[in-house]
């Protein structure tokens, strides 16, 4: 489809919506990513849909659109010991459910290219939460979603060199290639411009390390010919031995698998 027919679809739809859509049953749902019954008495069921978030009163017969992220993909739902709900929805981030008022609101949207499609938590400790994204790994947050870091092992910046790279990172690099370099966040731009590209992840979950370092520190400093959002870096104060440490921190983030695989020998690992 067209990029302008779908804004255009979207906005028609977003206009002829209430507070809450058109009550459907169960056979008109879109595709169910995922679900979650959300009170004690088990008759208020979510549905995590293709086209967004779908709440049932009644026992999951009839079901009314949420007006939040209607339309965008919801991957994940998820309820949590101490009563609370959460859904991932693709641009909106994650969202937690104000019960009483029937609102979702966004509590963290600097996932980068992650999708998060699991989440769970413990009743002796509601603050930390871990959830699965979509490449398979876990992420956890210590402080009820907030705050998020991967699970993992030992692979951290931790040499000069890469904490040099990793502060020259958070100041001119981290806006696109987000926080530990999870990737650009999905907008509504990304999901309807056939022609955005996208900042990829540097961490292990992308291509990063199917260049040398030599052809990393090439990117930095040249920039993309695909497109003027990675510019030429060396035209904005980064220097060859900036690149350098660039490229340290970034490899900082990737496990030894990623290390041992770097560049030509790629193809090898796959
Ligand atoms: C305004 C957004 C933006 C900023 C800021 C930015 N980049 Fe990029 N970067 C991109 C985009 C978009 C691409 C993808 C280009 C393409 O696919 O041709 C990219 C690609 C890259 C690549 C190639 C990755 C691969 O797997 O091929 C590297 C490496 C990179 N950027 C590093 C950096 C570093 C280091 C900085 C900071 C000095 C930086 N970028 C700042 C948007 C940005």
């Given at each position: 489809m067209h990029k302008a027919k779908i804004l255009l679809t979207l906005f028609l739809a977003l206009a002829a919506f209430g507070s809450q859509g058109a009550e459907i049953p169960?056979?008109?749902?879109?595709?169910?990513?995922d679900f979650a019954i959300v009170d004690s008495e088990g008759e208020q069921y979510i549905a995590a849909t293709n086209q967004g978030l779908y709440h049932s009163h009644d026992h999951g017969h009839s079901w009314r659109a949420h007006?939040?992220?209607?339309g965008l993909p919801a991957a994940m739902v998820a309820t949590t010991p101490d009563g609370s709900t959460y859904a991932f929805v693709v641009t909106l981030g994650l969202l937690k459910l104000d019960g009483k008022n029937n609102q979702w609101k966004t509590i963290?949207?600097?996932?980068?290219s992650q999708v998060l499609q699991q989440l769970s938590a413990t009743r002796w400790t509601p603050s930390r939460l871990v959830a699965r994204n979509h490449y398979g790994k876990l992420i956890v947050s210590d402080n009820y979603g907030d705050d998020w870091h991967k699970?993992?092992?030992?692979?951290h910046p931790r040499t000069d060199a890469e904490k040099r790279g990793q502060s020259i990172y958070v100041e001119?690099?981290?806006?696109?290639?987000?926080?530990?370099?999870?990737?650009e966040t999905y907008t509504r731009q990304v999901l309807t411009d056939k022609n955005y590209v996208m900042a990829p992840?540097?961490?292990?979950?992308?291509?990063?390390?199917?260049?040398?370092d030599e052809q990393l520190a090439k990117s930095i400093l040249e920039g993309s010919p695909r497109t003027q959002?990675?510019?030429?870096w060396k035209d904005a104060d980064v220097s060859d031995d900036d690149a350098r440490d660039l490229v340290a921190y970034i490899k900082s983030l990737w496990t030894q698998r990623e290390l041992d695989c770097q560049g030509p020998k790629h193809m090898e690992c796959m």
């Open positions: 169960l056979q008109q749902l879109p595709k169910i990513n007006k939040t992220g209607f963290n949207n600097r996932f980068g699970l993992r092992g030992p692979y001119k690099c981290q806006s696109c290639h987000g926080v530990d370099g999870v990737g992840a540097l961490d292990e979950s992308a291509h990063a390390w199917h260049h040398t959002r990675m510019m030429a």
